[in-house]
């Protein structure tokens, strides 16, 4: 055999050497969703309607032409600028088209206006809103931006290329579409071993096949889930972990018990199912060349499941009607993008009951809009008894509660020791949760046995607030760890630390780690969010002025990211320059008056100007706009205490142990307090407790 020699630029190859040998499966994907993912703009591929078409929407004017073979579209925004541009590119086909127009330092950017390929005329995705041509949301701004937001996932080998110091890209593809080889990985090995051996009955090597779960999560989940890039490009096949951070069940994008809210492009909701935990793999009910169901209805369902799930006996409406298919059950859906039906695939039970206490959605009021939670609840107690199976839901639900019991915060405990409950649940409460004892700290350091990279990821942050030695002495352990992502975590961990309290680590897997967390921070950089992480970097490593230029340029990416106010504020203070920090905080509650950690940060401030009476107000203020904020109330009794104010301070502390009942620095303020007012045995018998319970207490507080 002629030794392997490469010829073509990361060894894509491109679709026409696949159909030499795979045109079966190339004819299936042809006119898929995913060979039409993008295309350049011409006649047989603009499905919009350009012929000298007016239209005004939420006050933006829109006149579509055709000139030539240049399809134009001249645009009159709200502030009365117009300009008129032309279309590049074509970006999905159903239910609705996109449309791409090229600016300066490689920026494509993605049209508002958008095409309904059913209803046959132009609509705005976000209906009735009015977007400001500065606001971070705009079309020509950086949510829209099609190298950021859209390019990896509707090309094939795409490189962002982005340079953080310009702000420009220089983007590039080996397909426009999403081919062969953007599932199957690279195929030159493979090409040039079918070209040079007799391939009869053996299976094909250097080309991803996806037969079992894992390998074809890993090869489907990098475009299909909500998630942040840990590497700087998409490789076909490897592990999931590796190159992403899955986006957690938060109440942003999911609802409290985690069904879909925001898009999660589905393995968010899949590993949270039955299905992804008895291995069903995407392959089982879609055609993945077609991307088009197996079956239809409910045959897709019983494939696996027996006869009866398919009668009047379980799901209790008419046979042949919709309410009867099972997807109308374990699978409600949401309409995105303005008209994009999509359904979730955790394939849940429907539970009303919790509708009742927690407000979460359930397929039941979804159809029967007429009707009440309390009803539907009743009507599942009917049909199948009072107890409802045990679900990973109700510990998401009770881990989002202030206020938390020792009895609660023991149940999560054991929730997230528990394997049969998912994995992305186990993280999420992890993350929900407030770490306040050792006895609590010394939970987590047994989650971070866990299996899961993404346990293990958030079981580690838990760690950063910490003594040095203690977060060392951890990271010594894991800073070898086989997943990236759980590597990157010990850096975080690490990060700030000088370094020669570093010395004993294995210096080779400790660069290593700092190098992987350097690039994930600089791959988001494009990211308004990514900046401000960036920042936060700087931050953490006393590296102050880099920090300020991190969040400035967050700030210019978009204006209305507020927590990047609160971080600016706070290094302009640590780098002396209170005025600016004021300045910040003041422009912040102008855009929100109700960003409660505003009011806390500016108090901190009115305290260092000796302005204490603002102080004062202002943590009042933080604490009526959220009662939660427990460290509002905690410094407010701190103050009081210093002021001899004893009832007032003991009034502050306990609001504040009322949300947080075990946190120990509450608990010895607390104990201060009664040792003041002369209740000896009360502050006595707190301070015991804490000594039993071997209660971190930050030392500046003694």
Same mark, same amino acid.
């Given at each position: ?7 073509y ?18 004819? *299936?994907? #042809? !006119?898929? @969703?995913h060979?039409?993912?993008?295309? &350049?703009?011409?006649d047989?591929?603009? =499905?919009? /309607?350009f ?7 939420d006050?933006v ?6 000139k030539e073979s ?10 009365? *600028?117009? #300009? !008129?541009? @032309?279309i590049?590119?074509?970006?999905? &086909? ?5 449309? =791409?127009? /090229?600016f ?14 059913d209803?046959k ?10 977007i ?18 859209c ?24 397909s ?16 040039f ?27 489907c989940?990098p475009?299909?889930?909500r ?5 700087e490009?998409?490789r076909p096949?490897?592990n ?5 951070l ?13 069904q879909?809210d925001?898009?999660d ?8 199912s039955?299905?992804?935990?008895t ?7 879609h055609n ?34 919709e ?25 849940r039970v ?6 009742l206490?927690y407000?979460?959605?359930?397929a ?5 809009t007429?009707?009440?939670n ?19 839901s109700d510990?998401?639900?009770l881990?989002?509660?202030r ?18 409950y ?5 993280a999420?409460?992890?993350d ?20 899961s ?5 958030f ?12 977060r ?14 759980v ?32 690039t994930?921070l ?16 700087f ?11 991190q ?11 507020l927590?990047?106010?609160?971080n ?14 004021v300045?910040?905080?003041n ?14 940060l ?18 009042n203020?933080?604490?009526a706009?959220d ?6 109330s ?15 301070a ?8 009322k ?10 303020l607390?104990?201060?307090?009664y ?6 045995p009360?502050?006595?018998a707190?301070?015991?407790k ?13």
């Amino acid at each position: 055999m002629a030794a392997f020699k490469s010829v073509y630029e990361d060894g894509y190859v491109g679709d026409a050497q696949c159909i030499q040998c795979h045109k079966t499966a190339y004819d *299936s994907w #042809k !006119e898929s @969703d995913h060979d039409l993912a993008m295309q &350049v703009a011409h006649d047989s591929t603009v =499905l919009g /309607d350009f012929n000298d078409v007016k239209t005004t929407l939420d006050g933006v004017s829109y006149f579509f032409t055709k000139k030539e073979s240049i399809f134009k579209v001249q645009v009159k925004e709200i502030d009365g *600028s117009e #300009k !008129e541009y @032309d279309i590049g590119y074509t970006f999905g &086909v159903y239910p609705l088209q996109q449309y =791409l127009i /090229d600016f300066d330092k490689g920026r494509k950017q993605v049209l508002r206006v958008t095409w309904d390929v059913d209803e046959k005329q132009w609509y705005h995705q976000y209906a009735g809103e009015k977007i400001n041509p500065h606001d971070w949301l705009h079309w020509t701004e950086s949510a829209q931006n099609w190298n950021t937001m859209c390019a990896e996932c509707h090309s094939t080998n795409l490189k962002k290329n982005y340079s953080a110091e310009d702000d420009s890209y220089k983007t590039t593809y080996s397909s426009i579409n999403v081919s062969c080889e953007s599932c199957h990985g690279p195929a030159e090995k493979h090409v040039f071993w079918a070209n040079n051996t007799d391939t009869t009955n053996v299976a094909n090597p250097y080309i991803l096949i996806g037969k079992t779960q894992f390998d074809q999560l890993n090869m489907c989940a990098p475009c299909h889930s909500r998630r942040a890039k840990l590497t700087e490009n998409l490789r076909p096949g490897e592990n999931f972990d590796d190159q992403y951070l899955l986006q957690l069940l938060d109440t942003t994008n999911y609802h409290g018990d985690g069904q879909i809210d925001n898009e999660d492009y589905v393995y968010g909701s899949f590993v949270q199912s039955k299905m992804y935990h008895t291995n069903v793999k995407c392959a089982d009910c879609h055609n993945v060349h077609t991307l088009k169901l197996k079956k239809q209805g409910n045959d897709v369902c019983m494939q696996c499941h027996v006869p009866k799930y398919d009668e009047p006996s379980h799901h209790f409406h008419p046979m042949g009607s919709e309410s009867s298919l099972c997807v109308s059950c374990h699978m409600t859906g949401k309409k995105y993008m303005g008209n994009d039906f999509r359904r979730d695939h955790s394939f849940r039970v429907p539970r009303p009951d919790q509708s009742l206490v927690y407000g979460t959605p359930n397929a039941c009021t979804e159809c029967h809009t007429d009707k009440s939670n309390a009803w539907a609840a009743n009507q599942v107690k009917e049909w199948y008894g009072d107890k409802r199976a045990d679900h990973f839901s109700d510990g998401l639900l009770l881990s989002a509660k202030r206020g938390m019991t020792v009895e609660n915060r023991k149940k999560l405990d054991a929730f997230i020791t528990d394997l049969k409950y998912p994995a992305i649940a186990r993280a999420t409460v992890i993350d929900n949760l407030d770490i306040t004892s050792v006895e609590q700290y010394t939970s987590i350091l047994y989650f971070l046995k866990d299996a899961s990279p993404l346990v293990r990821y958030f079981s580690l942050m838990k760690f950063r607030e910490l003594n040095p030695a203690d977060r060392i002495s951890i990271a010594a352990e894991y800073i070898n760890d086989p997943s990236r992502l759980v590597r990157i975590a010990t850096a975080e961990l690490l990060n700030g630390l000088p370094s020669d309290q570093l010395q004993n680590l294995d210096q080779s897997a400790l660069k290593k780690a700092e190098d992987e967390l350097k690039t994930m921070l600089y791959t988001n950089t494009d990211f308004s969010i990514g900046r401000m992480q960036l920042g936060d970097y700087f931050f953490q490593k006393n590296d102050v002025q880099s920090a300020i230029k991190q969040y400035q340029i967050a700030l210019r990416k978009d204006s209305l990211l507020l927590p990047v106010y609160a971080n600016l504020a706070t290094a302009y203070g640590m780098n002396g320059e209170t005025e600016a920090a004021v300045k910040t905080l003041n422009i912040l509650l102008q855009k929100d008056p109700n960003y409660g950690r505003g009011y806390f940060l500016r108090a901190l401030l009115n305290f260092e100007m000796n302005k204490d009476a603002l102080a004062v107000a202002d943590l009042n203020k933080a604490i009526a706009i959220d009662p939660t904020d427990t460290r509002a109330s905690y410094n407010l009794a701190t103050y009081y205490y210093q002021n001899k104010e004893w009832n007032k301070a003991e009034k502050a502390i306990k609001a504040a142990l009322k949300i947080i009942p075990q946190n120990g620095d509450y608990r010895y303020l607390l104990a201060l307090i009664y040792r003041e007012q002369g209740k000896q045995p009360e502050s006595s018998a707190i301070i015991q407790k804490l000594q039993k319970d071997h209660i971190f207490i930050n030392e500046a507080n003694k």
